[in-house]
């Protein structure tokens, strides 16, 4: 993904499962501010695109759809986050279906951005890293926070087990080597209006930012 030099900087906001990145991404909306949700539009193609339904069909059977032609969520989670030794297999092919569709809706969306002479375009996707799109971007920043926090907030909010928490932690790449990739880390363990004036002061130094290329 290649931007404007002189136009719009494109910035990355990343996380763990429970870092609240989603939180950060909002804040960073309700502050003026565009921001592409990827993980969103991935739950969109498995839904309304047929091809990228067809492929997962393929890989995973017919029952990964319900018979309304919505997406049979505890299925496809227990194929790709369970037990089972092919779990880390099967997420890997989920990923190879949905990522290069997402990947394209991305660049469109920056490339039309750019041509309406947007400043800064903020991008939300869980697997920056893991996908290995950190080129692309000008600077990314990574939510953290420490695991407690991650297991309890994401048990409250889908009443997962705090073993399954974790057990999806540990698929993804670690808290310490996302930080060590970052432009920015944002610390997520207080409360929401924390966050939030953490979010704002780093958006003011955002806004004056040039692209790394022509930094002075």
Known sequence: METNKNHTLVIGITGGIGSGKTTVAKIIADN??????????????????????????????????????????????????????????????????VHPPVIDFMIEEVKRLEEAGEPFVFIESALIFEAGLEEGFD???????????????????????????RMRIEMQMSRDEKKGLADFVIENNGTEVELASSVKSLINIIKYLKPPEISE
């Open 32 to 97: 003026g501010f565009i921001v592409i949700s990827t993980d969103d539009k991935a739950k969109e193609l498995m839904t309304d695109n047929l091809e990228v339904m067809k492929k997962i069909i393929e890989v995973f059977g017919g029952e990964v759809y319900l018979p309304d032609g919505s997406l049979n969520s505890p299925f496809l989670s227990s194929m790709v986050f369970g037990t089972d030794k092919n779990s880390k297999r099967n997420l890997e092919k989920l990923n190879s279906i």
């Open 139 to 165: 600077y990314i920043i990574v939510v953290d926070a420490d695991e407690e926090y991650s297991v309890e907030r994401v048990s409250e909010k889908t009443g997962m087990s705090p073993e399954e928490v």
